[in-house]
């Protein structure tokens, strides 16, 4: 099926089942281009409590989808494949924090939206890159245990010096495998570019940064920048975006060679959100400790507003 008769079929699927389509940044772009709306987590999360529609098809990885779910529980919400998941999500151990809160009274877990449900539950509230300064600080407690990733973990606690952490060793395996000497090659051959980076990199990487942010942070960057050309340290599904963002301003992006793919979003083909619409697949269940998950989920969306 070509890509016109695909949008068409859905879009009347859509209006038949009362759905609309909610895509990361990190999904294909033939994806995104089907999409009501495209967003980074934070934006996806918090606007998939305010949509009216029966269905949501949430182009993204698992944690997104199940995130929805939990803001939503009298909502279907589909998951175009619900293989894609992200790796991070798991990398935390709940033994490790139960013995960071049994050391400290005056401890709070952060949580990274990147994870579980079941993770979600250990946690006391809940963040994203685009929100995880502001939250912290916003918190009383003094000690910060920050899961499941370390990279995330640390550029914070250079935000918010006056807090003590303790990180986790989580990782996105994409962000992490981004080296600065890559950044250095594309540097040397474009002297101009302006780096810009997703606080998942390494520190090293970090460093090389001159402005460092969420996928939608980014984008917002380079579409208010004067610069023309960025080294854009993330996975390369923000190029639609930015493209869209800066048209007819001639800019330039240039991405780290190593892996700016998320293997996991890339599942997320327009064939699969036209099957899971046709055949009402990929939905996902509400989680059963679905009370406990909450929690952290919403004192976000709270301390996030204020
Ligand atoms: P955000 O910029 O949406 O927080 O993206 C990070 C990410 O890895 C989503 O999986
Ligand atoms: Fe997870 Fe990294 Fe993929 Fe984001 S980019 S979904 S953190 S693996």
């Not at 600080?137 to 000690?143: A, S």
């Not at 780096?195 to 001159?210: G, K, M, R, S, Y």
């Amino acid at each position: 099926m070509d890509f016109t008769t695909l949008a068409a079929e859905i879009g009347r699927l859509k209006e038949e089942k009362d759905a609309v389509i909610l895509a990361h940044y990190y999904v294909p772009a033939e994806t995104q281009a089907l999409a009501d709306y495209v967003g980074d987590s934070f934006y996806l999360a918090r606007l998939a409590r305010t949509l009216p529609n029966q269905t949501i098809v949430l182009c993204g990885v698992n944690f997104m989808a199940e995130s929805a779910k939990m803001l939503n529980p009298t909502r279907t919400v589909l998951l175009p494949d619900p293989t894609a998941d992200c790796p991070m999500a798991h990398m935390v151990r709940k033994e490790d924090v139960e013995a960071v809160r049994a050391q400290y009274d005056d401890l709070a877990v952060v949580c990274y939206i990147n994870s579980t449900a079941e993770v979600k539950t250990w946690s006391d509230v809940c963040v994203t890159s685009a929100n995880a300064v502001k939250v912290v600080r916003e918190l009383p407690q003094k000690n910060i245990l920050f899961i499941p990733d370390m990279h995330l973990g640390h550029y914070v606690s250079l935000q918010v010096p006056e807090k003590h952490f303790i990180l986790n060793r989580g990782y996105c395996p994409i962000h992490h495998k981004m080296v600065p000497a890559e950044v250095e090659a594309l540097e040397m051959a474009h002297p101009d570019a302006v780096v810009i980076a997703h606080p998942e990199c390494t520190q090293e990487l970090l460093q090389e940064a001159d402005f460092i942010g969420s996928t939608k942070q980014m984008i917002d960057y380079v579409a208010k920048s004067d610069a023309k050309e960025f080294i854009v340290c993330t996975v390369i599904g923000v190029q639609r975006e930015m493209m869209l963002a800066t048209q007819g301003a001639d800019k330039r992006f240039y991405f780290p060679e190593t892996t700016p793919i998320c293997v996991n979003m890339a599942k997320v083909t327009p064939d699969k959100v036209l099957a899971c619409l046709r055949d009402n697949t990929g939905e996902v269940p509400m989680p059963t400790n679905v009370q406990a998950a909450t929690i952290p989920l919403e004192r976000m969306l709270e301390l996030s507003a204020k």
